[in-house]
């Protein structure tokens, strides 16, 4: 009886299984694999695709600009995570309590989360466009700066640019998220804090921040991940231009694959993006552990 409760429980689990080794283990299994192979266009006629062992990761790291491909990583991601949060969580505060036309500000909050990458590129493209982007001509028409910035077209602030659009475009995300884990925080704890004179931040120091932790390591490491592999704003916005400045590991990997059909490098790129991801997933893994045993 107890071998068939055993059969029984873990039956359950082999749907998942096949799911994730289909669509999680091979593609990654063959993204190592590609790594180690020098694998071009004519690999798909002839089959054949030659061991060249830790040639492509020497490439992609010497000779492929790649510090400045991580630098530009490291920053796009750090402050996009730090202002997507501040901000979302601040708005998901704002909204836990109803006042006049909230339920429609929440509604007009989810527009960047659900309007098409390539489209809401598109349109900040439009707006940050030198020559006849609406920003520089409020920009000289109010006499603020009459200079025409080239906010996608000059180095100095292609990646800012960049980085603005994932901050508005990821803000709904870390808003409706930690506004459903506020919610699930009872209502009698904050009433119970205002008869004891903890209202405003220290309700937020107290309360609302210690019980929405978990929430926040959830929200956080999946915002990290997620903007590792941004790749579809800075293709469609700046082409990871100028001058690489706005060229990031997960676009090198596209360019590679993609551009110049070196799948070999593409692959080994990409799985140095998948090694930095593991690793905060890592981290995050240790966190929740330390917090479960405090």
Do not use: C
Request: charged letters at 15%; a positive charge.
């Amino acid at each position: 009886m107890k071998h068939v409760k055993f059969l029984n429980r873990y039956a359950f689990l082999v749907p998942a299984m096949i799911f994730m080794s289909f669509f999680y283990a091979v593609p990654i299994f063959k993204s190592i694999q590609l790594g180690f192979q020098n694998y071009s266009i004519s690999s798909f006629y002839t089959g054949k695709a030659p061991y060249v062992g830790l040639q492509n990761y020497r490439y992609v790291i010497h000779y492929g600009n790649f510090g400045k491909a991580l630098e530009n990583t490291i920053l796009f991601t750090v402050v996009s995570i730090l202002f997507q949060f501040t901000i979302g969580l601040s708005l998901a505060i704002l909204f836990r309590r109803e006042f006049p036309m909230s339920k429609i500000l929440q509604g007009l909050l989810l527009a960047p989360w659900l309007i098409s990458l390539i489209a809401a590129s598109a349109v900040w493209k439009w707006i940050l466009d030198q020559d006849s982007g609406i920003l520089n001509e409020f920009l000289n028409f109010t006499h603020l700066d009459r200079s025409y910035p080239g906010w996608l077209v000059d180095p100095k602030f292609a990646l800012i640019s960049i980085i603005l659009i994932n901050i508005w475009i990821g803000i709904p995300f870390n808003a409706v998220i930690l506004l459903s884990g506020i919610r699930e925080i009872p209502e009698d704890i904050f009433e119970a804090a205002e008869i004891d004179g903890a209202s405003g931040f220290r309700s937020f120091r107290h309360i609302i921040w210690p019980l929405l932790r978990p929430v926040t390591a959830i929200v956080l490491l999946l915002g990290v991940i997620y903007t590792l592999k941004v790749l579809d704003i800075i293709i469609a916005t700046t082409n990871g231009g100028p001058a690489d400045a706005t060229q990031t590991i997960a676009t090198k990997a596209y360019f590679y694959s993609f551009v110049d059909f070196a799948f070999g490098r593409g692959a080994a790129m990409n799985n140095i993006l998948i090694i930095i991801s593991l690793l905060f997933a890592f981290l995050y893994w240790r966190l929740s552990r330390r917090h479960s045993n405090d």
